[in-house]
């Protein structure tokens, strides 16, 4: 499993865009990039996931670099409920969580 | 999407006796399905690996006669935490892998051992 680091905390103001920067200089080239999100006392949430493009869903974007050890996450309009803690995990099968990135939505 | 689901929410139990919780995927089958555990401002320690019709798999360091799982379906799995003590209060999280093996979570189990 791939080791990955984060910012341990970000703030970012409602309506705009939140980049979540993700560094996995180790993955191997079978290792996806997981986004998953947990709010307080709640189980996580996935995200978004990627190998080698770009990718988009209803909730996020997902950036990942041309040589794959680093990524982005995007959430292009944050909400107050977007506030939680977001993890990067490259992984298989097995995801390691880390320490992940505090994310705070100021009004 | 895909929905698990995860029973109790929450559980007080006495010293010494065990606790099951259960682990299920209610819109897919599920071949993997993970046990985690939280303390309170950690990130998720994976505990197991619980794979359909076989043993689990358990991390370093994870007690496998005390933290007992089984998952007899593809949609179920359980961990019973056997003579429970005061020092296995935690949140306990469950995981269940599609066939494209991204992981959905179940809303997590808070227990309290007095």
């Known amino acids: 499993d791939a080791k990955t680091t984060q910012p341990p905390s970000m703030d970012c103001a409602e309506g705009r865009a939140a980049n979540l920067p993700c560094n996995h200089s180790?993955?191997?080239?079978?290792?996806?990039v997981y986004w998953y999100r947990q709010i307080h006392s709640q189980g996580p949430q996935y995200i978004i996931h990627?190998?080698?493009n770009n990718e988009t869903n209803e909730m996020a974007s997902l950036i990942i670099t041309e040589d794959r050890k680093s990524s982005t996450l995007i959430l292009p309009h944050a909400t107050l409920r977007d506030t939680a803690v977001y993890y990067c995990i490259g992984g298989a099968q097995k995801l390691v969580f880390g320490q992940g990135t505090r994310l705070t939505i100021n009004p | 999407g895909a929905v698990v689901s995860q029973h109790p929410s929450r559980v007080i139990c006495k010293s010494g006796t065990s606790v099951k919780i259960e682990c299920r995927s209610l819109?897919?089958?599920?071949?993997?399905m993970f046990w985690y555990r939280q303390f309170p401002k950690k990130s998720l320690m994976l505990m197991a690996t619980?794979?359909?019709?076989?043993?689990?798999?358990?991390e370093q360091g994870v007690e496998k006669d005390k933290f007992l799982i089984n998952h007899a379906s593809l949609t179920l799995s359980t961990l019973t935490v056997t003579s429970a003590h005061p020092e296995d209060s935690s949140f306990y999280i469950c995981?269940?892998?599609?066939?494209?093996?991204?992981?959905?979570f179940g809303p997590g189990t808070r227990l309290l051992v007095l």
């Open positions: 990627g190998l080698k």
């Open positions: 619980s794979n359909e019709g076989s043993k689990a798999t358990y």
């Open positions: 819109d897919f089958q599920a071949t993997t």
């Open positions: 995981s269940a892998a599609t066939s494209q093996e991204t992981q959905y």
């Open positions: 180790t993955i191997s080239g079978n290792e996806y």
